[in-house]
């Protein structure tokens, strides 16, 4: 390799150096397309892996004056996580304008798979090429998602997956992990024997399915003690969430801890405070939002599980671009790292 390979990053010009073929070649075996034979093909790939080229998404783009337009497809309503996932998104439109990315985002009806169908429905690629989605795990939507890949616009699952479709990626945490971290915490939080209550958004959803599968085989394995009531559904409403929370408490007026699995968490730390049960139940929570900080604030919320949704976004864009100009991606889904967060360790102004 020569020095100046050796201390910045290689370009096509050094493959192409490095190989003893032209750019025009380089570019042919780069981007997969044929009138290459097969030894010449593999002196590039050698290259390739020789100066550990990765391609410059950028240049590329910038090299077929290529505008890249992504679409977000959020749920609507008033779900405070997806407030926060809308402002990332939106902090990143300044930065991607200037690299030739176009990101629109659209609302839809909360826990629709059919307005989410009809959404994905009209993507093309006349005002698409890649589609980020919070997807239900629905086999409508499936059917959906593999239509507008049919019709060659890309599509990345953000937060919720829907793995049986063509999505190309999903981008998020590993909900099963998340669900058992939340099970080891809650079986050192309680003593053998104690009733747990379990609230989701909607168990059609599959992050929340996942984090409940976790918790639950976490605990069988670990805290076999505990009793496990529910899961109950509060569809990330926070009356629909309060409502299943005093039903809970009705129920079970022994309740020792919690576990929300969605959003909602409003109507839980609203309710245990009116019926005087704040602090006496242990209450794990998922996304620091405005209603959970103040609820660990409060002490009404033990821990926050919270995925970072200004990486999530970073981590999406990022992907798109890459499909979009044709670049390789690892093989594996590189998942968001989870955080934890107590009262002690929350750091924020306020």
């Given amino acids: 390799m020569s020095v100046s390979t050796q201390h910045k990053k290689p370009t096509v010009r050094d493959v192409a150096r490095e190989a003893g073929v032209s750019l025009a070649t380089v570019d042919r075996v780069l981007n997969g397309r044929a009138g290459v034979r097969a030894t010449t093909r593999e002196k590039v790939e050698k290259a390739v892996a020789t100066l550990n080229y990765t391609r410059d998404v950028s240049a590329s783009l910038l090299a077929r004056a290529k505008t890249v337009k992504v679409h977000f497809l959020l749920p609507g309503g008033a779900n405070p996580f997806m407030e926060n996932l809308a402002a990332a998104i939106r902090s990143h439109t300044q930065t991607h304008e200037e690299n030739r990315t176009n990101i629109e985002i659209t609302r839809i009806a909360a826990l629709d798979p059919s307005a989410l169908c009809n959404a994905i429905d009209k993507l093309g690629l006349q005002n698409c090429d890649c589609a980020i989605i919070v997807a239900t795990d629905d086999e409508s939507v499936r059917k959906s998602i593999d239509r507008a890949c049919v019709k060659g616009v890309h599509v990345i699952t953000l937060v919720s997956d829907n793995p049986a479709s063509k999505r190309a990626r999903f981008v998020g945490i590993n909900n099963i992990a998340a669900g058992r971290t939340a099970g080891s915490l809650m079986g050192r939080f309680c003593t053998p024997g104690a009733r747990i209550g379990l609230v989701v958004g909607s168990m059609g959803l599959r992050d929340h399915r996942e ?116 670049a390789e991606l690892p093989q594996e889904n590189k998942s968001i790292d989870i955080g934890l967060f107590l009262r002690d360790n929350l750091n924020l102004p306020g």
């Fill in 211 to 326: 984090r409940f599968m976790g918790f639950h085989d976490l605990v069988l394995e670990e805290f076999p003690g505990l009793d496990l009531v529910g899961p109950v559904e509060g569809f990330d409403d926070t009356h629909e969430t309060a409502k299943r929370t005093r039903e809970l408490l009705t129920d079970y007026p022994d309740l020792a801890g919690i576990y929300s699995m969605g959003a909602g968490n409003a109507g839980i730390i609203s309710t245990l405070s009116d019926l005087g049960r704040a602090r006496s139940i242990r209450v794990i929570a998922h996304e620091l939002t405005g209603d959970t900080i103040e609820g660990l604030r409060a002490g009404v919320v033990d821990v926050v599980l919270d995925q970072n949704s200004q990486a999530e976004v970073a981590m999406a864009i990022g992907l798109a671009r890459q499909i979009i100009a044709g």
